[in-house]
């Protein structure tokens, strides 16, 4: 089985441009994360699709993040414009949501991509 | 309090040694957990996930929940160099399945 794909792997670009990243989930997966991790943090929800319909942006900059998943399916982040505090790794991740173990209890498990690497300078 | 709390360390364990890894959490989330192991420069890959009260074993890896206390742990026996990373600690919320909240991550060193 695939994992989630991301692109590009790296990005370097100066403040006030903009930038955009991509992301693949696992085949059927309904649920699609994006998260921001900044070093010596764990990661940070930014936005949460339930097929193509927004589920959670709380904590998403809407005056420069915007997200989309049009199809249900891949997904694109971006920002604009850049500022320098906006250097951390972009996780994409998908869920398959609830399913249920042998002793009845429920269970939803998350797996992320490989993730994008941007330097704003 | 935030729904889920880790000691950031470092846990140094010499090779051979058990690791021990713990993580609490609120009554914003369900009973679910997993724990990820993250490599420096790389992405968090799941490693152990546990929904019952009890211990699940996998190999050289154990996890723990006392829902009673309100606290997961992680076990590696026989730690190995390689083993070197930062574990997080996730749960999903209470109030949305679909949600997770993720600890700061515990970085474990293990020594040859």
């Known amino acids: 089985e695939a994992g989630v794909a991301q692109s590009p792997r790296y990005k370097i670009i100066e403040k006030r441009q903009s930038v955009a990243f991509w992301c693949n989930p696992i085949?059927?997966?309904?649920?699609l994360y994006w998260y921001q991790q900044i070093l010596g943090q764990g990661p940070k929800l930014l936005i949460q699709?339930?097929?193509?319909?927004?589920?959670?942006d709380s904590q998403l900059p809407k005056d420069r993040f915007s997200a989309e998943r049009l199809k249900g399916v891949d997904s694109t982040l971006k920002i604009q414009p850049a500022k320098l505090e906006d250097s951390a790794v972009y996780l994409c991740?998908?869920?398959?949501?609830?399913?249920?173990?042998?002793?009845?209890?429920?269970?939803?498990?998350?797996?992320f991509g490989p993730g994008t690497r941007l330097t704003v300078l | 309090q935030k729904e889920v709390e880790q000691n950031s360390g470092p846990l140094s364990v010499p090779e051979g040694a058990i690791a021990s890894l713990n993580c609490t959490y609120s009554?914003?989330?369900?009973?679910?957990f997993f724990w990820y192991r993250q490599y420096s420069g790389k992405s968090p890959e799941l490693i152990m996930s546990?929904?019952?009260?009890g211990d699940k074993e996998d190999g050289r890896f154990t996890a723990q929940l006392n829902k009673a206390s309100q606290y997961v742990s992680l076990l590696i026996r026989d730690s190995q160099p390689s083993d070197s990373a930062t574990y997080l600690c996730?749960?999903?919320?209470?109030?949305?399945?679909?949600?997770?909240?993720f600890g700061s991550g515990t970085k474990l060193n293990v020594k040859p």
């Open positions: 085949s059927g997966h309904a649920t």
């Open positions: 996730a749960a999903n919320s209470r109030y949305n399945f679909n949600k997770f909240y």
């Open positions: 699709f339930q097929n193509n319909g927004v589920v959670d």
């Open positions: 009554d914003r989330v369900s009973q679910s």
């Open positions: 991740a998908s869920s398959q949501g609830s399913s249920w173990g042998r002793n009845g209890s429920s269970y939803n498990e998350q797996f």
């Open positions: 546990i929904y019952s009260n």
